[in-house]
């Protein structure tokens, strides 16, 4: 399996050809504890930077990118009753999406992780 | 060029506790430490917090009361001895400039506290008004600390006991750790609490000492407004500006009944207006579930029409949920009346909810 990141602090991990989706333990420790996330229907198709999901804390709301093209096939409805997994275990239990590629090419173009650590240096 | 952030007496100990440093009306102020808002919020009304609020506004008034008095929308002559009151600064369209407490704490004048974002505003406006009359004396050279929760009496018990004789509203000074302070039993969160000015080189010390309480907790800015929020309050510069008068805002009570019978206060014709005609917005609380509604969101009724806007909003620790409060046509004012929220374009499915959502626990007697 292979990790990659954003920019915006997105995590992919893919397996095959369905990757999972989330955002860092860097910025979830940003945000602060998170109190809702609103993720978007299974099926729906994304392209790489179309905004997917939100992410509320108690003060604000952030935005989440999709770092590739592809279609959801799964969301974390565990999400719904405790947000709080995202501070928890913002690479486990507090994935968002799942997706299946569309180009796994893109995935080339994203950071791994030791670019990221200097990215959140 | 930019400005440099002032910084409170308690600035360096912020970030000695791991504060988050964010700029507030000018200054670098921690909008949470590590137990984070949540965490924070709740232990203020499980416990006790600290909150330095040193950013606000202090000063003195001495000399002609009714020339200050025909600036503020209260009655000094109500305010004794070792008495606070909550009143407002109108402007001539009967909006508000900001809100503020007054009180007696010694002999010495009236004793002001007003918003950070405002204080320079307000303190010219009443230096202006007052020439002549009376003096106005800022004084930064204090800290201001807020103690609030159910547990602040237990550690004024211990460190101030005399402080513990005051009720809700009640002022006084007294001897905290050898100092002199000026201490009123009032807050912004809803809590039973005590608000405490304390001169800058002592602040940082009597801080640490409150905190090492094992009740005691430090408290952000972000908590400060969850709790405020909660707690059914106002923050100017959102649920009330110089645009809302305190009809809307369901601040009446903040309009002492003397003054509104003499119609002495800037904007009391507005005023007058409002209370008879019945027409204008009100102030409510919302609640629902799912995404917060934040500021600015508009309010629609269900065949989405707008009638109103959020003006603050965010999600309520203690509530478990989201918590908004705004402005509503008079129509849809009434708690339990279902409207929609557009929270990002959808409309959400809110209940207009009687304030406070939280009750309010103050210090009777």
Not at chain 1, 1 to 13: A, C, G, L, S
Not at chain 2, 55 to 70: C, K, N
Not at chain 2, 226 to 244: K, P, Q, T, V
Not at chain 2, 325 to 336: E, L
Request: negative net charge; proline residues 4%; aromatic residues 6%.
């Amino acid at each position: 399996m292979t990790t990659r990141y954003t920019e915006d602090h997105e995590w992919i991990t893919v397996d095959g050809d369905i990757a999972t989706v989330g955002i860092t333990a860097f910025a979830a420790g940003q945000l602060g504890d998170v109190v809702f996330v609103e993720l978007p229907e299974v099926g729906k198709t994304l392209a790489k930077g179309d905004e997917f999901a939100v992410v509320e804390s108690v003060k604000a709301a952030s935005e989440v990118y999709a770092p590739v093209d592809g279609e959801i096939t799964a969301i974390n409805d565990a999400l719904e009753g405790e947000p709080a997994k995202v501070n928890e275990d913002a690479t486990g239990e507090g994935w968002f999406v799942k997706i299946k590629l569309a180009n796994a090419a893109q995935l080339e173009g994203l950071m791994d992780e030791a670019a990221y650590n200097a990215h959140t240096a | 060029m930019t400005e440099t952030l002032h910084k409170t007496p308690l600035h360096a100990l912020h970030v000695e506790l791991g504060g988050k440093m964010v700029p507030f009306a000018g200054y670098d102020m921690p909008v949470q430490y590590p137990l984070g808002i949540m965490g924070e919020h709740k232990h203020c009304r499980e416990q006790a917090g600290l909150f330095d609020v040193s950013h606000m506004g202090q000063a003195r008034y001495v000399g002609d009361e009714a020339a200050l008095e025909a600036l503020l929308t209260c009655d000094l002559s109500e305010i004794g001895a070792g008495e606070q009151k909550y009143t407002l600064l109108p402007n001539e369209g009967g909006g508000i400039r900001d809100d503020l407490m007054v009180s007696r704490p010694d002999g010495n004048g009236i004793y002001l506290v007003v918003n950070a974002a405002t204080k320079d505003a307000d303190f010219a406006h009443i230096e202006a008004a007052t020439t002549g009359k009376g003096t106005l004396t800022r004084i930064p050279e204090r800290a201001l600390l807020a103690l609030q929760g159910p547990a602040a009496k237990d550690v004024m018990a211990r460190l101030c006991p005399q402080a513990c004789k005051m009720v809700f509203m009640q002022c006084g000074v007294f001897t905290l750790d050898g100092v002199e302070v000026m201490m009123s039993r009032s807050g912004y969160t809803g809590e039973d609490g005590f608000e405490i000015s304390i001169p800058e080189a002592d602040a940082d010390r009597i801080a640490r000492l409150l905190l090492a309480q094992d009740e005691v907790a430090a408290i952000g800015l972000g908590a400060r407004d969850s709790l405020r929020l909660e707690a059914g309050l106002c923050l100017y510069g959102h649920d009330m500006d110089e645009n809302r008068t305190a009809v809307e805002a369901s601040l009446i009570w903040a309009l002492a009944k003397t003054r509104r019978e003499r119609g002495d206060f800037p904007g009391a014709d507005v005023i007058a207006k409002q209370i008879e005609e019945k027409t204008c917005q009100k102030r409510v609380g919302l609640t629902l579930t799912g995404a917060p509604a934040r500021e600015g969101a508009e309010i629609a009724d269900k065949s989405g029409n707008i009638i109103g806007i959020v003006t603050s909003g965010g999600f309520g620790p203690t509530v478990n949920g989201p918590v908004a409060m705004g402005y509503v046509n008079r129509d849809f004012m009434a708690p339990g009346t279902e409207v929609d929220i557009l929270v990002r374009g959808k409309p959400r499915a809110a209940t207009i909810t009687k304030l406070p959502f939280v009750p309010a626990n103050f210090y009777r007697g």
